[in-house]
């Protein structure tokens, strides 16, 4: 109203202006000394700077209520009507709307990311780049114990039904949609396990959680938030149940050192009954080997008596004798001093010794 106010009041000033210009026109040509023509350049040029100062009034009206808006990439535009919101939002690009009767409300539509950290982090989180860091979330576990869980949670406004979103929920939507999930699903799911053995089912958690925000948050009406991922950081135990969790942690290691060394043990004894088997199947199979050549050398030797025995017939053993007494002889005519011993039967060879041989005959004696 103002700018129109001024628009007024300019469009007053150049009509006086003019006004005045024809009055002085009409006395200077009723005194006959100046000609029309002059006259009518002041007016053409006086046409000019209104034009002039027209365009300008239009262009301080344009950029003062701005009767466009330009919506980026990642985000979305709200178009609102004497206050009631448009069913489709703006897609990116230039956008015309009707000043003072229509306004567009920008809405970012790309990954945003909540932090439950710890209390110090929390105090020292800004909401920057689509980045809030929240206090970590205290809940109970089965026992009653408080557990404190920090998580990041990453999701996005669903840009297809942005409008109806913001129509639905505000410009507060994460308040009212992410945070009370968030808390929600912890608080039930934690609840059900004990503290002491949260550490070791801490992937189960993980995707507990995940799976229930999940299912909370597309259950609601046309899908306002498409979540991206949810990651368990940490998980806050009471001090008591950290010292017992230690301790039953270090009892585990030295019942499996115990382990370890009984199972050394056995493998040493395994090793050592092993060499000494060994050696004793060494010395048994040395000492059947022996015992079996020695039966084989005696068997050999007592089929080689049979047949020596079975070939030694009475006409042989005569003609051997003979051949034994024809040298006998020969020795007694080389050595008279020789001495015969003579067997009874003939069974065995004669033996002879020579009587001339000075070792022989001590021997003998």
């Known amino acids: 109203m103002a700018d129109i106010k001024m628009a007024a009041d300019m469009n007053d000033y150049f009509n006086k202006k003019k006004s005045q210009n024809n009055y002085n026109g009409g006395n200077n040509n009723g005194g006959g000394n ?18 002039f100062y027209a365009i300008i009034i239009l262009v301080v009206l344009l950029v003062v209520a701005k009767p466009f808006t330009i919506i980026e990439e990642g985000e979305r535009g709200i178009l609102s009507t004497n ?23 920008i809405v970012d539509t790309r990954v945003r990311i909540i932090n439950y950290a710890s209390k110090l982090e929390a105090v020292n989180g800004l909401d920057r780049e689509g980045i809030i860091t929240k206090p970590a979330i205290t809940v109970l576990d089965k026992t009653g114990l408080p557990v404190t869980i920090e998580l990041t949670v990453q999701y996005r406004l669903n840009a297809e039904y ?10 507060s939507w994460e308040e009212k949609i992410i945070n009370p999930v968030v808390r929600d699903v912890v608080r039930n799911v934690i609840g059900k396990y004990d503290a002491e053995k949260l550490p070791q089912l801490r992937n189960t958690i993980a995707t507990e959680i995940e799976q229930d925000m999940t299912k909370n948050i597309t259950s609601l009406k046309n899908q306002p938030v498409l979540l991206q991922s949810v990651q368990l950081r940490e998980i806050g135990l009471p001090p008591k149940v950290k010292a017992q969790i230690e301790r039953v942690q270090l009892a585990k290691q030295e019942v499996q050192k115990a382990q370890q060394e009984v199972a050394r043990a056995k493998q040493e004894a395994l090793r050592k009954a092993a060499e000494a088997k060994g050696i004793a199947d060494k010395a048994r199979i040395e000492a059947q080997g022996k015992a079996d050549a020695m039966t084989i050398e005696a068997s050999a030797r007592a089929k080689a008596n049979q047949v020596i025995a079975k070939s030694l017939t009475n006409p042989l053993l ?48």
């Open 83 to 105: 206050g009631k919101y448009s069913d489709q939002a703006l897609l990116p690009g230039l956008h015309f709307i009707i000043p003072i009767i229509q306004k567009v409300y």
């Open 318 to 365: 005569k003609l051997e004798q003979i051949k034994v007494q024809n040298e006998f002889n020969k020795a007694l005519q080389t050595n008279k001093d020789a001495k015969i011993f003579l067997t009874p039967g003939g069974s065995t060879p004669n033996i002879w010794v020579d009587m001339k041989d000075g070792k022989k005959q001590s021997s003998i004696r």
């Open 162 to 171: 942005a409008a109806q979103t913001i129509s639905n929920w505000g410009f």
């Open 34 to 51: 100046t000609p029309n023509m002059p006259n009518m350049n002041f007016n053409m040029g006086g046409a000019k700077a209104n034009i």
